[in-house]
């Protein structure tokens, strides 16, 4: 151990505190990223050889400089700090391609069972396909390539309209009219040119032959497709993934429910996609959209106004498919870090404009579903 060199990370900082009349110190340790705080009570040696851990100094350089510490407790503190996740040794460090170096220290501290070049490695060799490349479904993907994902199929059968300028980041006038698929890909590319992108300009219907576009390695299916409804596309999409053993996460909302997460569909660590329904269902009963028109004799409507008419079509604003694309990359990544401290626990979370407050509920696994509760 004399001969490694040691450096405290970067999202740790320690504070000094010094005990009246006395040798004594404390040291505060405060990990910025997961906001952990721990104090010891030693003395300045102590103090010193923490402070002289800085990635150029080998321990047996400090000791001899010091000359007051002996090998035994100093092994003793270095284990220690080590296995607060306080310090690491340098030649553990690989070379960090620089755009992912902050992301990498945020892993050190998020996942705690492995270095935080490993989980990064691990995330970029994940595979995601993306039913929907809407405004939140390209949000997620935009999101998901930004922390290194590299291996992706889009799937989508609109073309961008000026409708889209608002919500759609990935927007520009120069590609009005094009498929979205090619759109989002030439975008996503310019954030990373490593990535592999398969694109379906296609529609997602009944009759859909997924196995020739869901590939057998995927390690996640997104569902923001909400034609003809979310819910159909869900079902459709979880039983072909649970017989499959394949994660499936359902995101996206419209209108004034906009601002929401997901659930993650992963039997039998969570509910199956029937039952996810059920809960919704229960949770809806009774209740039935109303569209209408005003009738407004004032107000002169032309045929074709009426004929274009699109009862439920969407509505909401870029902050707000924003907010549910992030809230939901947060379980997405997580998920896809295969943490053991991940929580299977399905809180679904919406945030509610006109009163400032978030809401949750739990899909829990429903009585009598013969799928869940075998």
Not at 331 to 338: A, D, E, Q, R
Request: glycine share 6%; with cysteine; net charge negative.
């Amino acid at each position: 151990m004399e001969s490694k060199k040691y450096k405290i990370k970067e999202t740790v900082d320690i504070f000094i505190s010094n005990e009246e009349h006395t040798d004594n110190i404390t040291l505060t340790f405060h990990v910025m990223t997961t906001r952990d705080r721990l104090e010891i009570k030693t003395n300045t040696n102590v103090a010193r050889f923490i402070a002289s851990l800085d990635g150029m100094k080998t321990i047996n350089d400090i000791i001899t400089e010091m000359g007051s510490l002996r090998s035994k407790d100093v092994d003793k503190l270095i284990t220690f700090l080590l296995n607060q996740n306080f310090i690491y040794d340098i030649n553990n460090i690989c070379d960090i391609e620089p755009r992912f170096s902050r992301q990498i220290t945020f892993w050190d501290d998020f996942v705690l069972e492995r270095p935080g070049i490993e989980t990064q490695y691990m995330l970029e060799g994940k595979n995601v396909v993306l039913f929907g490349c809407g405004a939140v479904g390209g949000g997620i993907i935009e999101i998901l390539v930004r922390a290194g994902i590299k291996n992706i199929v889009l799937v989508d059968y609109k073309s961008l309209s000026k409708s889209h300028a608002a919500r759609h980041f990935y927007y520009n006038y120069e590609n009005l009219g094009k498929p979205k698929v090619d759109v989002l890909s030439e975008f996503l590319s310019s954030i990373d040119s490593r990535v592999t992108i398969t694109k379906y300009f296609d529609k997602l219907i009944p009759t859909t032959n997924l196995s020739s576009i869901i590939p057998d390695d995927t390690d996640l299916i997104i569902n923001t497709c909400d034609e003809p409804y979310i819910g159909h596309t869900s079902l459709k999409l979880g039983r072909y993934a649970q017989a499959r053993a394949i994660p499936l996460y359902v995101s996206g909302g419209f209108d004034a429910h906009l601002m929401s997460s997901g659930e993650l569909i992963f039997p039998p660590h969570t509910p199956c996609i029937d039952c996810a329904q059920n809960t919704f269902s229960n949770a809806l009963k009774g209740w039935n959209p109303v569209y209408s028109i005003v009738n407004n004799p004032q107000l002169e409507l032309s045929k074709s106004i009426y004929d274009n008419y699109i009862p439920g079509g969407p509505g909401g604003l870029a902050m707000m498919n924003g907010f549910s694309a992030n809230l939901s990359c947060m379980k997405i990544v997580h998920f896809l870090l295969n943490d053991s401290a991940f929580s299977y626990v399905n809180n679904r979370y919406e945030y509610l404009p006109n009163e400032g407050k978030m809401t949750n509920f739990e899909l829990v696994k429903q009585s009598g579903c013969k799928i869940c509760n075998e």
